[in-house]
């Protein structure tokens, strides 16, 4: 982790660097971890790059921001390589666009698919359905979001 802290102190912020490490826990957890093969500094470009194309780190129009060739060539890796990585990684933790599980925390207000919420079939914006359903699907979020945070606040005692 300390490859992609000190590229993260570098390049992104502390978003992404708290991202980046969730990444590379929930990858632990897997059995057998992916992680067990491989070099260190390919998998963290991996894990790096799979947050960002997650949170479009790669658009100009974004702050922070990094062209896919530098962050590469950060790692030492070629751009088949980390396009590999991040691909595994992506398929592995389930990650897309706009994932509201990986985006970052400033971003998700504007994130229409964290608002997303599906009742009795229809796609609806949580945020314009009636309060009695929002209080259904926001005990479902509450729940997320503390296991969200147990996990950093391990994260931090842990360093």
């Known amino acids: 982790m300390s490859i992609t802290d000190d590229f993260a102190k570098q390049h992104l912020n502390d978003e992404y660097s708290q991202l980046i490490r969730f990444a590379t826990a929930a990858l632990c957890r897997k059995r057998p971890s ?36 530098d962050l590469y060539q950060w790692f030492g890796v070629s ?22 599980n990986w985006c970052l925390p400033s971003k998700l207000d504007n994130n ?15 945020r314009s359905v ?12 509450k729940k997320k979001l503390m296991q969200k ?4 606040i391990f994260q931090m005692m842990a360093h």
Do not use: E
């Open 130 to 141: 009636p309060r009695q359903i929002q209080g259904l699907y926001l005990d479902k979020f």
């Open 79 to 100: 751009p088949s390589t980390g396009q590999s990585k991040s691909k595994q990684v992506r398929d592995t933790l389930d990650m897309h666009q706009m994932d509201p």
């Open 112 to 126: 229409p698919i964290a608002w997303m919420i599906s009742v009795d079939g229809f796609i609806l914006d949580a």
């Open 34 to 69: 992916p992680l067990s093969k491989g070099k260190d500094n390919t998998w963290a470009c991996g894990i790096t790059h799979a947050i960002g194309m997650v949170n479009f780190l790669f658009d100009s129009s974004q702050d922070p921001h990094i062209g896919a060739k």
């Open 149 to 152: 945070a147990s996990f950093l």
